[in-house]
């Protein structure tokens, strides 16, 4: 079996220890899941493969489960994830003004990535700290009352 | 035991963690141990202190006082002030607003917290803290003191009724599980709070974990249950980590697992985390979700409770019903029972956002009129503007109107005026805010958070917004509206679950009250908030000085003219985006529709 590297993470490696640290039955498939999309930044086919093969549960299945769910992603992910909250509360507050400067910022449409490789541009489901929109998340930080002019300087801190 | 003349707690809350709240907590334990203190005053983390709108926050103990807005630069002066020469400092403390507009009347009660009696109080990665708040005194009452049966009939006295939104009453759904001549019987808590707008429960898993968990116990006890399952969405990252944590601990004390003080009865539970589907939060979805499928539900009957997770039976509740528990056993259900209204006992959270003073997360007696909740709970409206309407119950709710301040908060008031009590979330909107934008807008989530299964909500959704986008961008036509009733009443009979029987409800809302809206879209091509881009226009009235700083951000160069006379902005060129505005400091720019 060819073994892929991801982000310089050995592919294969990480599905064992996903599936080894869960558990190899289809109950624990959304956790194994997470693990490798946390992992490697997105859950290649190989990984698809190999899932399938250490839990005995046909790819098309593992593949119904993986397209449905936001978090999990079957395509590469810039170095940095943004994660717009494009909800009510962050929309009453000015959100709209804060995605126009991310737009302007990065030229990509939302689920695309930079052609750098950068950022890939999303947008989330509430995260639940209305009290501080406009919210952007990038990578694991909560970046709270963003005003359009900070976008700049925020995007500057991801390499 | 070390004793500690001063205890400050830092709020971690995800809010106050983006605007530096680790910062701060860093330089006050480095200034701390700077000053020599640091066996004196003890620092630590907990969740929920204030609104968190104005954060990094600190409270100190045994004074109780608040600081707020704090910046790591501001710490040697505080810890120099307060902890060295013990003078607190004033110009770090919050500051309270005083409602004095005389129409309101003196200023009511306002908050009761009994699910949030402990968030920011006590050390949530303690259980020790939670017990000594009388933490699962509750618990050892039950399995002591009270058969299955009796707990749940002190649970249907007290009246408590499903938080998650519905309100079906908590003790009957008890009963029916209980009943079900089927095991084993397992427990779910929904800690997939999705709706936008709505963090109540994340505060509670983030700042009370145990008070969820002894919910839990006691409702498994009552049931029959031996095993549970938190099942809590991937977004919030904090409340994971933080019931694990509390998990382990209630095992290494013995309130979880194999014969839980000694009574013989034995349960466990495990978290499962979501991983971004909005659905999930309908309980069949979460089954699904919990059993690792795709999270699509499945209609009704068998209910969980006789047919669940694995196919057995399964008792399912919000985190705040559960966290509701442990009060009513140890408080009694009399005690629960004398608030509220009628038919809606106890207290309700909510999160107040949008246009509102003092966002963030309240709880109130179950029957306080809106009017009581935005203008003194909430502050008012931000920036002294007008008050338009208030979205109650998220995606599926409705909007309510200025008409509407008096109605009492409760399950029937809400739902007969057209909106819901959902989960708590409550989103304020000032004047300047269109209404069709909004129902679009809901309309855009709902239909993005369909998961496809059954044709009147996957297709029905796509159509209505296709209309609600073709109004906002100045090309309704005559019809619309009523295309837009017909699809509603459709997709509300026919949809499989809760999810598309409730998509419609903010359109027909806004319908209801705010039609002229639509009609000035549709019919004179006007936003009459002048919120839609394609029905607005910017235009630089006489008294600009020419100072060129609109030319200068205009970011697609629409702007010309001379310095020092009135500029001219380019309709073919402009894109709305408003930045002319914002930046003129002469109120030079007008918009218009």
Sequence with gaps: MTVAVKNGKD?????????????????????????????????????????????????????????FYDMLSLKPRGRHVIKFCENAPCHVVGGRQV????????????GETTPDGRFTLLTTSCIGVCAVGPVVVIDDDVHGNVEPEQVAEILARYE | MKY???HVLVCIDPECLSKGAHEVEDALQD????????????????????GCSNGPELMVYPEGIHYVGLTADDVPYLVEEHFLKGRPVKKFMEQITVVTDEELGPPKPKEVRVVLRNCGQIDPNNIEDYIAEDGYAALAKVLGEMTPQATIDEVTRSGLRGRGGAGFPAARKWQLCRNVPDSPKYLTCNADEGDPGAFMNRRVLEGDPHSVLEGMIIAA??????????????????????????????????????????????????????????????????????????????????????????????????????????????????????????????????????????????EVPIGMTIREVVFDVGGGIKDGKEFKAVQIGGPMGGCLTAEHLDLPIDYESLTKAGAMMGSGGLVVMDDETCMVDIARFFMEFTQDESCGKCTPCRVGTKRMLEILE???GGEGQDGDIERLELLSAQIMKTSLCGLGQGAPQP????????????EAHIYEKRCPAKVCRPLIHYTILDNCTGCMVCARNCPVEAISGQRRSVHVIDPNVCIKCGICMQVCNFNAVEVTS
């Design chain 1, 11 to 67: 592919a294969m490696q990480v599905v064992r220890t996903a599936v080894v640290h869960h558990g190899a039955t289809r109950d624990e498939l959304i956790p194994i899941l997470t693990d490798i999309n946390h992992e490697l930044g997105y859950i290649p086919h190989e990984a698809v493969d190999e899932v399938s093969r250490l839990i005995g549960m046909p790819k098309s299945q593992l593949y119904s489960v993986a397209s």
């Design chain 1, 99 to 110: 995605w126009q400067a991310l737009h302007d910022a990065l030229h990509v449409k939302p």
């Design chain 2, 4 to 6: 500690f003349r001063s």
């Design chain 2, 31 to 50: 200034e701390l141990v700077a000053q020599g203190l640091i066996d004196e005053v003890q620092v630590l983390e907990t969740s929920r202190i204030g």
């Design chain 2, 221 to 362: 006890y009552a049931i029959g249950a031996s095993y549970g399952y938190v099942y809590c969405r991937a977004e919030y990252p904090l409340a994971v980590k933080t019931l694990n944590i509390a998990i382990q601990q209630a095992r290494d004390f013995g309130l979880l697992g194999e014969n839980i003080m000694g009574s013989g009865f034995s349960f466990d539970l495990e978290v499962r985390m979501g991983a971004g589907a909005f659905v999930c939060g309908e309980e069949t979805a979460l089954i699904a979700s919990i059993e690792g499928k795709r999270g699509e539900p499945k209609p009704r009957p068998p209910f969980p409770a006789v047919k669940g997770v694995w196919g057995k039976p399964t008792n399912n509740n919000n985190v705040e019903t559960y966290a509701n528990v442990p009060q009513i056993i140890l408080r009694g259900a009399d005690w629960f029972a004398s608030m509220g209204t009628e038919k809606s006992k106890g207290t309700k959270t909510f999160a107040i956002g949008g246009d509102v003073s003092n966002a963030g997360l309240i």
């Design chain 2, 470 to 472: 073709r109004i906002c």
């Design chain 2, 507 to 518: 359109v027909i809302s806004t319908l209801k009250h705010f039609r002229h809206e639509y």
